[in-house]
């Protein structure tokens, strides 16, 4: 069975900071770990290229709107692969398999009665392109942007979402852990639970830059019916049914959760579509305490500037490992480049050299599995405490918590360097027992290889080439909790991680 992560697909009115790259790279950690338990995993991303805050910003560039969007479609695919990401599907919403995607689902919900027209006022956010209730806004400003919302009433369709408010209630909570973390699935049933839901506006007039309501021409369908329906547009340009949505797991920041809980679902119930099998909901980065945004310049900071910095694998690794998924979290790029001296060179690269090293001196590169019938205790032990960990990092994987898969990894590493000082396996030059030297440094080749391909969704530049160092290729990309003992055969050596040092 095939499964799908996805990424938001980015609106395509600015270049990406270092927030769309975390959930690029989010979303491509799960793909490569789903990938690595042997699934078929399809990464789907893209750009959200309609609606008046794009139609607006190009206007006041002076470029002609589609050329525009163009231009911003491309940073979005050239930045992937400066982060080892690898999307199978890059949908771009002004695609013409999409727009008549979005006028079927149009016309589907309009002769089922979900859309209506009608009129709505309220208070509207241009850079959500949402309206807020008064309560929502702070100071009569977007609570999100913190930008003046503008009052708007004019004849619009809206969709009933009422009508599905219980059969949601019901569906999270037969699905507890649907949106994880969990906190947040609460805050959407307590919206639920709270109802009634007043009926969503789902078109704007005055904005012809979008896909037109069919037989309304005034009308363009909103912008965030439009953007949702592009996972399934990507499901189909993959060649599977819309009804592998319950395959899918959907990565987003917090910002656009009520979208993605609340709307999102209702209109996959009113088709009579399954709904997604994961929200997994991320925070915000911050610069000095505000929220990265294209529309605070002070805070746009490129992720290729970081990526040329830090290398891939490391800011790849130093987001992950920086905070829990959800929290918010500033960014400093010294800390980013500690950690991934201490964690990636120290720990893991410099321990895969030294331990390698005296294999290839001493023992011609080779240790036989033979070996694996003749541990002392002090190795067991260590077997034993590692198989454990590996387990556990398995499962906070399939629990998408990245963060806690390198925290497991680096005390798994910590304890491999703490065997490895006390072993003291290079005394072999002064005489050291060499049946202990040799289970010293088999036991933790063989972990060691274990510990790359856990790492490899994460840092995976970096775990090939120590896989590759072991000898070890695609086909035999497994992760094995177990960790069956295995002949080792070094490679020549490649896996080295230079410390980073920043320029400052
Ligand atoms: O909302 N920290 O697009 P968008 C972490 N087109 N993540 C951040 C971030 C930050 N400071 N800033 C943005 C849209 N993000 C819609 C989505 S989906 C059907 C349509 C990430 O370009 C985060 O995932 O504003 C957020 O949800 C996404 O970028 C929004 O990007």
Redesign the pocket.
Known sequence: MTSFVT?????ANGKP????A??GIVADICHRFSQLTGEENVLITGT?EHGQKIASTAQAAATDIATFVDVKAETFAALWPELTIQPDIFIRTTQSAHKAHVREVWQQLFERGDIYLGSYSGQYCVACEQYYSPRELEDEHCPVHKKPVVTVAEETYLFRLENYRQQLLDYYLAHPDLITPSHFQESIMALLREGPLEDLSVSRINNSWGVQVPNHSEHTVYV?ID??F??ITAIQQSGHANTAIANTAH???K??LK?HALYWPAFLLALDLPLPKKLVV?????IEGQ????SNPQTTVNPSTFSHQLTADGLRYALVRQKPLYRDGNVAIGELAEVINADLANNFANLVKRNNTLILKYFDGQLDDNLSQDLDAECEQLLSTSRAQLAQVIGHYQDYDIYQVTLVLKQLLDQLNTFFHHRAPWLISKGQDRRQTINTCFVIANVLQQVALSYLPIVPQLSQRVLTEFGIDETQWRLNPNLPLHTIEIQESNSHFARIQLNR
């Not at 990424?7 to 609106?11: A, D, E, N, R, W």
């Not at 991320?282 to 911050?286: A, S, V």
Request: aromatic share 24%; net charge neutral; proline share 3%.
């Open positions: 990424t938001p697909i980015f609106y900071h270092l927030g769309h975390y959930s959200d965030w953007a949702l592009s996972y990565i987003l920041g910002d656009i979208f991320h925070g915000w980065w911050t929220k990265i945004s294209k």
